[in-house]
């Protein structure tokens, strides 16, 4: 194993630094948030920080830079209220990179990488039309994080549009199918291949595999052991 | 395409609704969180929520419900100021799922699931032997979330333990070599297959591939068109 102690990641190169601290936690969903500004001019960006926060009421949240790229999506979010999220698939995904390219505002990146921009079910930000599973969001809150000047994005999913064929009997999605992507670092991006379903972990039992559509299938064949509650 | 709109949303049964929402944000990173309290017990929880806040300094985030599991990682984390993240990889993927069962505070998940836990330079949180990827984390701040009850927990990296044939040149870290899994839903894992690196994004060129030690490969084919800045 290799060790980076405090001292060393002080002195690290700053882009090395970047490179590293980004591969840290782990896969991260790759996005594309759709906004316009009052005038509607539309805006695209990509981000790999949207995260679940809650069921009920339906949230999310995401991380922005103000002073950085998305910028233009951080002023169009705080001024309209409403942004999309479109999870990006292994179909579109180096048209999806190319929006965090520093363009500027009066540019639409819909237009420059080649993604269609939609309105769907009256609600004001536009979808990416290649986009298998897309939402649409209302601001809730927002939280500084004093730490390094980013701001926590918390977000009330409003609209739901999904490829019929990932929508499973549970409710559960199955990203998989429609190819969703997931980014490393701070420019991977990987496609996945399901290991199983897990069945909800209770203190006494083992877990054992689910079907797609969440039924009980296999148990365990006692790779690990459970001790008994 | 499947639509739920907000009054769909509102009248879904209650599970079907948490399988749906938390499919929404795209693959998950999945972490084992360590931890002990005071007295030296030890625990052990899987979280799907640590995102990455920034690289200077070193911050990661994580979403925790206190009332909820994992509770006892909760009061730990802010009773010691301390805790470790460990990337779950396909060897011990089943095991980091069973630390999401509600075992009493005395128990200890790492006995109990059969991972090994252990001390590395001087830091005073468990890590996991099993884990090729975890790093040591203080305490900075926690932002309570009203819209839900939640606390967004914002920890400063202290210390990095990598395996070797994981980092690369330009200080990127190939996690799909040592097999982190990323997870979807609530309970779906997955291992990952790598599209490309891609290069820094400009305006007026379109992104190229780069080898996984960030040197410039091939150019695109053009299967999305850049339009001159």
Known sequence: MKTFEHDDLNNLEHRYRARLINSLSGFKSANLIGSQDADGQLNLAIVSSVVHLGANPPLIGLIMRPNSVPRH?????TETGLFTVNQVSAEFWQAAHQTSARYAQEQSEFDLVGLSAEFLADFDAP????????YGVKLIDIKPIEA????????EIQQIHVAENALRADGYLDIETIETVAISGLDSYHVTQRLSRLSYAKPDKPVSNLTLDGQQSAPFDGQFAIVEN
Chains 1, 2 share one sequence.
């Open 148 to 155: 390094n000047n980013t701001e926590f994005i918390i977000g």
């Open 127 to 134: 979808f990416v039309g290649e986009s298998q599973l897309k």
């Open 73 to 77: 999506t951080f002023s169009n979010i």
